[in-house]
Each structure stands twice: as structure tokens, then as C-alpha cells.
């Protein structure tokens, strides 16, 4: 069993950064392959970053490439979101999962991760 608790949701303005923390406990997720989502009000589960398991490969959305980063310190079992100059339509619910596989495919498909966090809620006010 893998527990997710996500951290570091906030209000902030246009342009500015904050940086999410996804803590995991439990069984290791050292060799899985770790992902942000996020679900703004009226819409979709959509796909944010994803890493693999030794952080030397990321995959981004594009509407976030360049302004987020994803990361993960495995001996501290966690896993950051960067987020910089954020916008208001980046204004969600950001959740962390874990893949299934320790294989790094699929990252943008729901369907690829077991376990999830309960979500940080991130608003950017305009």
C-alpha cells in the first residue's frame, strides 16, 4: 500500500511561483515513475509532468513546458512541482500518482497510475 500526501497549495497572483511537495509512505516508490495532474473547476483530470523513476527523464504538458518543473529526492520519498509564472487558468486541484510499472510509458494516461493523493488546491488570482 503507497499513502500520497500532497502539500503546498496556496493562493497566489499572477506570475508568481509555488512549489508542491507530494510525500509518499508505505511501500517504496523509489522505482516507479511519479506524475502531477490536476482538475480545474468544471473540467477534466488533465495530465501536468511526469518522472521517471531516477529523475534523469520528464515529460511536460505543453501548456505548462517551460514555466513548471517536476523533481523527486527518492531518499526523502517525495516529489516537487515547481511551478512558475503561473496563471490564472492554471488555477486547480493538483493531485501526484504513482505508475503501475516501473516502465516510463503512457505518462499522460490516467489509466497508468495506481495511487493517487487526496490533492493541494492551487489558485492564481488575476
Known amino acids: 500500500q503507497v499513502q500520497l500526501v500532497e502539500s503546498g497549495g496556496g493562493l497566489v497572483q499572477a506570475g508568481g511561483s509555488l512549489r508542491l511537495s507530494c510525500a509518499a509512505s508505505?511501500?517504496?516508490?523509489?522505482?516507479?515513475?511519479m506524475a502531477w495532474f490536476r482538475q480545474g473547476p468544471g473540467k477534466e483530470r488533465e495530465y501536468v509532468a511526469a518522472i521517471n523513476w531516477s529523475g534523469s527523464s520528464t515529460s511536460y504538458a505543453d501548456s505548462v513546458k517551460g514555466r513548471f518543473t517536476i523533481s523527486r529526492d527518492n531518499a526523502e520519498n517525495t516529489v516537487y512541482l515547481q511551478m512558475n509564472s503561473l496563471k490564472p487558468e492554471d488555477t486547480a486541484v493538483y493531485y501526484c500518482?504513482?505508475?503501475?510499472?516501473?516502465?516510463?510509458?503512457?505518462?499522460?494516461?490516467?489509466?497508468?497510475?495506481?495511487?493517487w493523493g487526496q490533492g493541494t488546491q492551487v489558485t492564481v488570482s488575476s
Open positions: 500518482a504513482k505508475s503501475k510499472t516501473s516502465v516510463f510509458r503512457l505518462v499522460s494516461l490516467a489509466g497508468t497510475y495506481d495511487y
Open positions: 508505505g511501500r517504496t516508490f523509489t522505482y516507479y515513475p
